[in-house]
């Protein structure tokens, strides 16, 4: 306790920083703001002077009044404010965060006229300053005015701040804007025309003094980060309009000015407009996307590519143009009912696309008020002029007939039919069972045929199994019978040659036997002419009688006849022998004369003439060379044939002998 007492001196300082601004606030009226306050004033009482109250419905104080001061206090130390007089309020800076922006409200200001909803914009520091916007008419209300992002020192006594988000629009997105404030629309038209200077909708007040309308918009906005009112304005995102491949976008405006038609005189079945007014455009989109006031605009897509369209219960395109197209039924003229399936391809020429929209509305509604009816009704027509049987026969010719006929209707509609096609054909049930039946017997007999062929192709094909199985015999005879082909024709060939050679050695032989004979002829002509002579020198030298006898003795020796015995006996006159002298000496002498006398022709050696001899003898004829002397004449005997040296000889001693005879 005692050390507790020890330290009273500390109690009266400690009471001088804890009261200090109690005797400062109190005794000199000092307020205290901090770095990041404001403080707002409000005057309790004035004790003298005019302006003791407020005017009749002011809430904030510009020239003294009691009530809340339009002037803020700053951050710092302000003296005079004494506390039976003066309430200070301290209040934290409004700080309006990054991506938000603050939406104003004043409760003080003069009345809006009739028909604003927002107060318009004045002079004040960004509501910094309530004086400034007080003493330059601001108005009491929502405020056009927005209040981007940062931090402001505002008098909340007069001014509430509500942050909003920022706008943001993304890619590919379209921002459609309808504006609270602004000119009434005129009467019939939907949307405001598009002014400039709002800096798109973010300064409000410019949209105002610019004559912008209340209501809808046509400016759209686009993809960015924008600082809207949201008082002032709604925005709605949307996609933008896409516009595929193979597609045109005919745009339908529903505002803009009225313009005269662009079709001429003779399209009636719609307007067409330039690109702005309000109808339909004469100039489609593109393929691409576009920034289209979908409430304002509509873009109908028209494919312009092949359209198929099917006429079938369980079938539909993607583009779901068909969907509400059927199977069409018909009935023959023999009273038969048939389903019939169709599919129909159809093309839009780009140009011609705003001529279908401003005709019909939507291609839909072509398929539905055109295609159907006419497609439908010509295959009932086509139909009832034919029986059943041969409208399923005909498919082709009437596929080829549909096509023409639609063709030419479809072209009165700016349309053009590329093809028809015929799909399935169901006739009724009593008929197909009468078809079918038929077409079973005709199938039938085929497999009939069929097997029939197949049982003569096994056949056939086990006589090539078996002719197959003896293919080598065959062959190896074949083999055999064309060696012994090739063996007669070169036997043939070699006869033939052997003919040849023997033909040329034949005429060879002949023209040397010719050539020898020649010689042999001109040899015995010699050797006749030389024995002539001999003979005639013989005649000459005896008398006739002696020679002939000569020659008589001569041929019968020649002859080889023995005509003398060898013992020559004779016999007396009376019958019994007698062997004389002088008989046996002209026996003898008659044997002598009478004996066969030696040939004198001798036959020549043989003597081979070879291949050289036969040449130089053929070659000595052809040339016209004499003949050789010695040839021998094949024609000729072989005796017969004199050799010179021979006769010679014999004459020689035919001559001694002669000699010798007479002497005897």
Same mark, same amino acid.
């Given at each position: ?17 804890v009261? %200090?601004?109690?005797? =400062? ?19 309790k009482?004035?004790l ?19 009530? %809340? +001061? ?13 506390p ?18 603050g939406?104003?409200e ?7 006229s ?6 318009k ?5 960004? *509501? ?16 056009i ?28 997105m379209?921002?459609?804007? $309808? $504006?609270?404030?602004?000119? +009434? ?14 800096n798109? *909708?973010?300064?409000? #007040? ?17 993809a ?10 709604t ?18 405006a ?15 079945h ?9 109808g ?30 099917n006429?079938?219960d ?23 009912? =048939?389903?019939?399936?169709?599919a ?7 140009n011609?696309?705003?001529k ?6 939507t ?5 539905? +008020? ?8 010509? *295959? ?13 026969k ?12 639609? @063709? ?7 349309? @053009? ?13 009593? =008929? ?10 005709? @199938? ?6 069929? #097997? ?9 094909? /086990? ?7 003896? +293919? ?13 082909? *090739? ?18 050695n ?17 040899? &015995? ?14 005649i ?5 009688g002696?020679?002939?006898?000569? /020659? ?6 020649a002859?080889?006849?023995k ?12 019958g ?24 004198l022709?001798?036959k020549?050696? /043989? ?11 053929? $070659?000595a ?5 004499d ?9 000729l ?8 040296? &021979? &006769?010679l ?16």
């Amino acid at each position: 306790m005692d050390a507790i007492l020890g330290y009273w001196w500390i109690i009266p300082i400690v009471a001088t920083l804890v009261g %200090y601004k109690l005797v =400062l606030r109190f005794f000199f009226g000092a307020v205290i703001i901090a770095e990041d306050e404001i403080g707002i004033v409000n005057k309790k009482f004035v004790l003298w002077g005019a302006n003791r109250t407020l005017p009749d419905g002011a809430i904030i104080a510009l020239e003294g009044e009691a009530g %809340y +001061q339009a002037d803020t206090l700053a951050p710092g130390l302000h003296w005079g404010l004494f506390p039976w007089q003066y309430e200070v309020e301290r209040v934290k800076f409004i700080t309006i965060e990054r991506g938000k922006i603050g939406v104003v409200e004043s409760r003080d200001g003069i009345p809006l006229s009739d028909g604003r909803v927002l107060a318009k914009r004045v002079g004040c520091d960004s *509501f910094q300053s309530a004086r400034m916007f007080l003493e330059n008419q601001g108005e009491r209300g929502p405020q056009i005015t927005i209040i981007p992002p940062g931090t402001y020192r505002i008098n909340t006594r007069i001014f509430s701040v509500n942050m909003e988000n920022m706008l943001e629009i993304a890619d590919g997105m379209v921002g459609i804007v $309808t $504006t609270k404030e602004g000119q +009434q629309l005129p009467a019939g038209d939907i949307a405001g025309k598009a002014v400039g200077g709002h800096n798109s *909708f973010q300064d409000g #007040q410019s949209f105002v003094t610019s004559g912008g309308y209340k209501g809808m918009q046509e400016q759209v906005i686009l993809a960015g980060r924008y600082y809207i009112n949201p008082r002032f304005a709604t925005v709605e995102v949307r996609d933008m309009t896409s516009v595929p491949i193979a597609h045109a976008g005919v745009v339908v405006a529903f505002v803009g000015e009225a313009a005269e038609d662009t079709t001429g005189a003779n399209f009636k079945h719609g307007n067409q407009v330039p690109k702005g007014c309000k109808g339909v455009w004469n100039e489609p989109y593109d393929p691409g996307k576009y920034p289209v006031n979908s409430f304002t605009h509509t873009v109908e897509l028209v494919p312009t590519a092949n359209i198929v369209l099917n006429w079938a219960d369980a079938k539909t395109e993607a583009h779901n143009l068909d969907a509400n197209l059927s199977t069409i039924t018909v009935r023959s003229s023999d009273g038969f009912t =048939l389903n019939l399936d169709v599919a129909q391809i159809i093309h839009i020429p780009r140009n011609d696309a705003p001529k279908v929209i401003s005709r019909f509305g939507t291609v839909a509604n072509m398929v539905t +008020q055109v295609l159907e009816p006419i497609i439908g009704n010509y *295959f009932r027509n086509a139909a009832q002029s034919s029986d059943a049987i041969d409208f399923l026969k005909d498919r082709e010719k009437r596929q080829s007939e549909a096509k023409a006929a639609i @063709q030419a209707a479809l072209q009165e509609y700016d349309v @053009q039919a590329v093809d028809t096609l015929i799909g399935d054909i169901v006739p009724p049930a009593e =008929l197909m069972k009468t078809l079918t039946n038929r077409k079973i017997a005709e @199938q039938e007999e085929i497999t009939y045929g069929t #097997q029939k062929k197949a049982e003569d192709a096994r056949m056939t094909f /086990e006589q090539s199994k078996a002719m197959a199985a003896t +293919q080598a015999n065959v062959v190896a005879s074949e083999r055999k019978v064309t060696i012994a082909d *090739f063996d007669a024709q070169a036997a043939v060939k070699q006869a033939d040659g052997v003919a040849k050679s023997k033909k040329i050695n034949a005429e060879a032989d002949a023209e040397v036997i010719k050539v020898v004979g020649n010689a042999t002829a001109e040899r &015995t002509k010699a050797i006749g002419t030389a024995e002539a002579e001999v003979i005639e020198r013989k005649i000459q030298s005896m008398e006739s009688g002696n020679f002939a006898m000569i /020659e008589v003795a001569k041929a019968l020796g020649a002859s080889g006849q023995k005509w003398v015995p060898e013992i020559v006996m004779h016999g007396g006159a009376d019958g019994k022998s007698s062997n004389s002298i002088a008989d046996v000496l002209m026996a003898n002498l008659i044997k002598d004369n009478l004996a066969p006398a030696k040939p004198l022709v001798k036959k020549p050696k /043989e003597e081979k003439l070879n291949e050289a001899d036969l040449a130089e003898d053929k $070659t000595a004829v052809k040339d016209g060379e004499d003949k050789p002397a010695d040839v021998v004449n094949p024609e000729l005997p072989t005796d017969a044939i004199l050799h010179p040296t &021979t &006769t010679l000889e014999l004459e020689e001693k035919s001559v001694d002998d002669e000699q010798h005879d007479e002497e005897k």
